[in-house]
Nanobody
Framework: QVQLVESGGGLVQAGDSLRLSCAASGLTLSRGGMGWFRQAPGKEREFVADIIWSGGTTSNADSVKGRFTISRDNAKNTVYLQMNSLKPEDTAVYYC????????????WGQGTQVTVSS
């Protein structure tokens, strides 16, 4: 049974930092990767950042470049999203995602964690 368990969301002020974590179990990531997406109220889910498990190549949305950093811990099957210089427009539910091969879209999702940034 595949599980993605997120943690680390919360309420912060603009300019603060947060770190999200997502622990994956029940799947093999060596040929795939993990990522973070977010969905703000009234908006569609959007890509934030992802990482290829083998080699660690990362990608980031333009809106978070220079502020958010994705990383992974291979031994713990865990991905992190370090979010610095948070802005009110970063307020959203953040979802962790995983895929066991890079040939398909993300097909495993976490339950989501709320991040609220006050001005």
């Amino acid at each position: 049974q595949v599980q993605l368990v997120e943690s680390g969301g919360g309420l912060v002020q603009a300019g603060d930092s947060l770190r999200l974590s997502c622990a994956a179990s029940g799947l093999t990531l060596s040929r795939g990767g993990m990522g973070w997406f977010r969905q703000a109220p009234g908006k569609e889910r959007e890509f934030v950042a992802d990482i290829i498990w083998s080699g660690g190549t990362t990608s980031n949305a333009d809106s978070v470049k220079g502020r958010f950093t994705i990383s992974r811990d291979n031994a713990k099957n865990t991905v992190y999203l370090q979010m610095n210089s948070l802005k009110p427009e970063d307020t959203a539910v953040y979802y962790c995602a995983a895929r066991t091969t890079l040939r398909i879209p993300y097909n495993y999702w976490g339950q989501g964690t709320q991040v609220t940034v006050s001005s």
